[in-house]
């Protein structure tokens, strides 16, 4: 996408977007869309954001959704010996 039609669809202006592009730039240490793309995926930035969300259980908290971890096992659903 070009950096007006960034703008464009949040709100701002074009300066701005190359302002917060200049410094996303600067703190990663590349000099351009190119190499920001090539960081990306050597640093697998983006991994597991494609990946399908798994439904939540109606015993899985909020918290163990957003972690992934399996929900603790509750007293009646453990197997009697």
Do not use: F, W
Not at 14 to 43: P, S
């Amino acid at each position: 996408m070009k950096n007006k039609e960034i703008a464009t669809r949040v709100g701002t202006t074009e300066q701005v977007v190359k302002n917060y592009l200049r410094k996303v730039y600067d703190k990663l240490g590349v000099a351009d869309r190119l190499e920001l793309a090539l960081y990306c995926l050597h640093n697998r930035v983006l991994e597991g954001g494609n990946k399908p969300a798994e439904p939540a259980t109606a015993s899985s908290s909020p918290a163990e959704v957003a972690s992934g971890a399996a929900p603790a096992p509750t007293p009646d659903s453990q197997p009697v010996s």
